[in-house]
């Protein structure tokens, strides 16, 4: 195997724990609703309850879990092609491309709300603001992944 595969895949598994970490993190003390692997799995399955909650059906986390860390992966491959590969790794890179991928994030998070037929009741402006920040550190992970 490819010593750059292996740093995509290490890359995007670590960078994605940290985030999702922190972002649970902040869902427990602050007893919100963003939990982003539920989340995007509720999303995904369809499986809102009847309430507008995020289901914890293990169909849902399981799906949720691997979109999740598949777009991850991607990020990952991305970061590597717009620093590593082209030999200009460093933190204003690295905060450039966390900006992107937050932005993109955001983006993405609020179409897929806005299509969703039934999305969970959550605050979508407050949790878009947590995932863009949590992009940043998603993205600062990456550059300690790849400096190593």
Known sequence: ???????CVLGGVIATMVMTGFLNSFAFFFEKKFR?????GTML??????????SFSHRAVFIGLVV????????SVLYYLWSVKRGSISMLNTL????CIGTLAV??????????SRPPRINLAEYCKLIFVAHLLFAMMLF????L
């Open 1 to 7: 195997m490819n010593f750059d595969i292996v740093r």
């Open 36 to 40: 982003v692997v539920p989340l995007l």
């Open 45 to 54: 399955t369809g499986e809102t309850t009847l309430i507008k909650g995020i």
């Open 68 to 75: 999740h860390y598949f777009i991850g992966f991607v990020f």
């Open 96 to 99: 450039l491309f966390g900006v």
């Open 107 to 116: 983006i993405a998070w609020r179409l897929f709300f806005y299509v969703h």
């Open 144 to 147: 300690v992944v790849y400096t």
